[in-house]
């Protein structure tokens, strides 16, 4: 089983950029695909980005397009997901979470998540 942590979660000023980081151990993190959800204070849990096992194929929420971008490295069992100019109604804890299934963007059917990073985006 995979475990994923999230890190790189902070306060920024609208207009700025964060960098998430999500880390994986456990066997099999090659095999997964991997995306990134936001869930602001009383909302569902919203996709974002999510990338392909082999980083060839990468799907983006149509808000976020151009403005983030997902990365992976399975050498590290590494993904990251570049934020920039970033408006308030990005706030929200931004989780990873692994998939089998290609093309997903719905929460129930990811399998392991982590628990989260906060981003604030506020002046």
């Known amino acids: 089983q995979v475990r994923l942590v999230e890190s790189g979660g902070g306060l920024v000023p609208p207009g700025g950029s964060l960098t998430l980081s999500c880390a994986a151990s456990?066997?099999?993190?090659?095999?997964?695909?991997i995306g990134w959800f936001r869930r602001a204070s009383g909302k569902e849990s919203e996709f974002v980005a999510s990338?392909?096992?082999?980083?060839?194929?990468?799907d983006y929420l149509e808000s976020v397009k151009g403005r983030f971008t997902i990365s992976r490295d399975n050498a590290k069992n590494m993904v990251w997901l570049q934020m920039r100019s970033l408006k308030p109604e990005n706030t929200a804890v931004y989780h990873c979470?692994?998939?089998?299934?290609?093309?997903?963007?719905?929460?129930?059917?990811?399998?392991?998540w982590g628990p989260g990073t906060q981003v604030t985006v506020s002046s």
């Open positions: 990338i392909s096992w082999s980083s060839g194929t990468t």
């Open positions: 979470a692994t998939t089998c299934i290609r093309g997903n963007r719905e929460p129930g059917r990811f399998d392991s």
């Open positions: 456990g066997r099999g993190f090659s095999n997964y695909a």
